[in-house]
């Protein structure tokens, strides 16, 4: 169903963020199929691991072997998170071609999570992102806790947006806000979409990450479209945290986003049963009942009244 509304990116972090926190071991393959299935579904933007330290994120260790097994499809843009030289080294000789940036709008959590201040996180990615130019790379700068952090509480949007400007500065093609302990609400998502047009950043160029800690995600992302954004994250089953971000708990579902935006005319490519079935396989993978709403009560049919790609 479309009314024209228009088209909205969907950039899928399931494999990356959803995965990253998960004690379980997940096998290379496993992943894989994972991603798989989630680009069946007409993802086209797939976040698929880190290029990080491997005692950083023990479970994202494969990142090389994971690389060697995806299905290169044209138009298929499959982004890792680089966090320094070697990271990108790692990016370069696994034949990537989208990689993302992270740093935060907080000092504490930049520190905890990458052992850089933010000042220190903007030198050392200059170099990378001025190679993956070269390279005719698409880049990505997280601004992680955009809206508070674990250590130091409520950011204030105007920080959010100053760490977004020197990150478009680098050169980065796409900002993205990350409410990485699932903090914000509606009226906070309005105010900083709203200074970062003021700000002269095209919203073209910028995406909100939300997570669902409080059940503001959804909330979030009706503010966000209203206000002009057309890029959102989401990781379908709903899986995800931080170890760096004690309490940070699942990222908004992608077949919860998906329900919404279809419901609602937007187009986004995306076929929900096909979310769906990644959605269980990943939660079958680890163990867990598919917790998230859509995942339970399936899609509906407006035409039958009937739900959709529902669960058993
Ligand atoms: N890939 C693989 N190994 C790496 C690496 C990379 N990109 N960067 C550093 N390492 C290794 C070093 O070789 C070194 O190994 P050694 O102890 O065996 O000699 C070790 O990690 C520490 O390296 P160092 O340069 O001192 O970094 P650090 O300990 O200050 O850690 C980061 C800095 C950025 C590497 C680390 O904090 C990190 O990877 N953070 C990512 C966190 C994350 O992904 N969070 C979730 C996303 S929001
Ligand atoms: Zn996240």
Known sequence: MTNGRGHVRIYEVGPRDGLQNESTPIPTDAKARFIGLLADA?????????????????????????????????????????????????????????????????????????????????????????????????????VSTAFGCPYTGRVEPPRAVEVARRLVELGVDEVCYGDTIGVGVPAQVEELTGLTSG??????????????????????????????????????????????????????????LVYLLEAEGWETGVSLPGVLEAARYVADVLGKPLATKVGQAGGWDPLTGAPVARAG
């Open 199 to 256: 700000d002269g950043i095209r919203l073209e160029r910028v995406a909100y990450h939300f997570h669902d800690t409080r059940g503001t995600a959804l909330a979030n992302v009706t503010a966000g479209l209203r206000a002009g954004i057309r890029c959102f994250d989401s990781a379908a089953g709903g899986t995800g945290g931080c170890p760096y971000a004690p309490g940070a708990a699942g990222n908004l579902a992608t077949e919860d």
């Open 42 to 142: 007409g993802l086209r933007e797939i976040e698929a691991t880190s290029f990080v330290s491997p005692k950083a994120i023990p479970q994202l260790s494969d990142a090389d072997e994971l690389l060697a097994l995806l299905d290169r499809r044209a138009g298929l843009r499959y982004p890792v998170l680089v966090p320094n030289q070697r990271g990108m080294d790692r990016a370069e000789a696994a034949g990537v071609d989208a990689i993302a940036v992270f740093t935060a709008a907080s000092d504490a959590f930049a520190s905890r999570n990458i052992g850089m201040t933010v000042e220190e996180s903007l030198r050392t990615f200059a170099p990378l992102l001025r190679r993956a130019q070269e390279l005719g790379w698409w880049t990505r700068g997280y």
